[in-house]
């Protein structure tokens, strides 16, 4: 089956500066890849996707890449802001399959 | 906005008893899914629902765990006799459609944290 890997599970930013979560696939037979932000005592939010067929995705200060070819894929958020601090979770699925394998979660904290 | 919503919020509940969690998907959603998320762990995929039959299920969707879609809003989970190691934070989530059909996304409810004591 599907194994997400997800890195760094901490990352500590100041506020204004650029978050890059990374992550890896192993089934190549994945073609759909969310990230869902989980704020404490809530459940996954998703705040961005991206398919296969597309190799770049961005959503004002959020943007995520894919490089199928090396089975990973990477959340980049720009400008952060104390409110972007959360536990980011990546996910893949492959098509017309309803399951989602989930990463183990990055913890990131923005200091004001 | 419409949101899945999920009761109880907090279960406590003795070993080997039965559970029921509780679930309403989006109103226009067709596949309801279920997973859990052990404390510190990943969220992991129990089992996924459409036309009243389960669509896929997960190693750990074993004999003790049942699904049903008892009326036209709900969706449960039912655990026949809980383990210590069922504590875990249990999501519900819905889609409109499946992955390469339509709109796909998966949202997710607040959650059910269940503790077996």
């Known amino acids: 089956g599907e194994n997400v890997e997800q890195h760094p599970s901490t990352l500590s930013v100041q506020e204004g500066d650029s978050a890059v979560i990374k992550c890896t696939y192993s089934?190549?037979?994945?073609?759909?890849f969310p990230w869902y932000k989980q704020e404490l005592g809530k459940g996954p939010q998703l705040i961005i996707d991206?398919?296969?067929?597309?190799g770049e995705k961005k959503d004002q200060r959020i943007a995520v890449t894919l490089n199928k070819t090396a089975k990973h894929f990477s959340l980049h958020i720009t400008e952060t802001q104390p409110e972007d601090s959360a536990v980011y979770f990546c996910?893949?699925?492959?098509?017309?399959?309803?399951?989602?394998?989930f990463g183990k979660g990055t913890m990131l904290l923005v200091s004001p | 906005e419409p949101e899945v919503t999920q009761t109880p919020s907090h279960q406590v509940t003795q070993m080997g008893q039965e559970v029921i969690l509780r679930c309403v998907p989006i109103?226009?959603?067709?596949?309801f899914y279920w997973y859990r998320q052990i404390l510190g762990q990943k969220v992991e995929f129990l089992v996924s629902?459409?036309?009243?039959?389960?669509?896929?299920k997960s190693e750990i969707f074993d004999d003790q765990f049942s699904v049903e879609r008892p009326d036209g809003s709900n969706f449960t989970l039912k655990i026949r006799s809980t383990k210590l190691e069922d504590s875990a934070m249990y999501f519900c989530?819905?889609?409109?459609?499946?992955?390469?059909?339509?709109?796909?996304?998966?949202?997710f409810g607040p959650g059910t944290r269940l503790t077996v004591t």
């Open positions: 989530a819905s889609s409109e459609a499946l992955l390469g059909t339509g709109n796909y996304e998966q949202y």
């Open positions: 089934d190549s037979a994945s073609n759909y």
């Open positions: 991206i398919r296969s067929n597309v």
């Open positions: 996910a893949a699925s492959p098509l017309m399959s309803s399951t989602l394998t």
């Open positions: 109103s226009n959603h067709l596949y």
């Open positions: 629902f459409y036309n009243n039959e389960i669509s896929e």
